[in-house]
């Protein structure tokens, strides 16, 4: 299983984006997913998460300027990160927590998968 990133790119300070991240390959359920992101310099940290029924945590720094949202039907997750600052700008990957099926007995397993990471450039 693997998770595909779109979005991402050069954006103006106080510009907005769309994230997406939909995974490939065959798999059961999606619980907890959502972004995290390594700016130059630093660990790399959570930005937002949701699981499946909802709930949502957001890092104090992006709270009330960036909103994820999932269509569970399309096992998608989304990151509208809005008024943009040059301190957003990093390497932001998609994570989720996957249900994969192992064996015909319907054994599962969760694995922790990552994106490829995409960079986001926050700069007039």
């Known amino acids: 299983v693997q998770l595909v990133e779109s979005g991402g790119g050069l954006v103006d300070p106080g510009g907005s984006l769309m994230r997406s991240c939909t995974p490939s390959?065959?798999?059961?359920?999606?619980?907890?997913t959502g972004w995290h992101r390594q700016r130059p310099g630093k660990q790399r940290e959570l930005v937002a998460t949701?699981?499946?029924?909802?709930?949502?945590n957001y890092n104090m720094s992006v709270k009330e300027r960036f909103t994820i949202s999932r269509d569970n039907a399309k096992n998608t997750v989304y990151m509208q990160m809005s008024s943009l600052k040059p301190e957003d700008a990093a390497v932001y990957y998609c994570?989720?927590?996957?249900?994969?099926?192992?064996?015909?007995?319907?054994?599962?397993?969760?694995?922790?998968?990552w994106g490829q990471g995409t960079l986001v450039t926050v700069s007039s």
């Open positions: 994570n989720a927590m996957i249900k994969v099926i192992v064996n015909v007995e319907g054994e599962a397993r969760t694995l922790e998968v």
């Open positions: 390959g065959m798999f059961d359920s999606i619980d907890v």
């Open positions: 949701m699981s499946r029924e909802g709930f949502v």
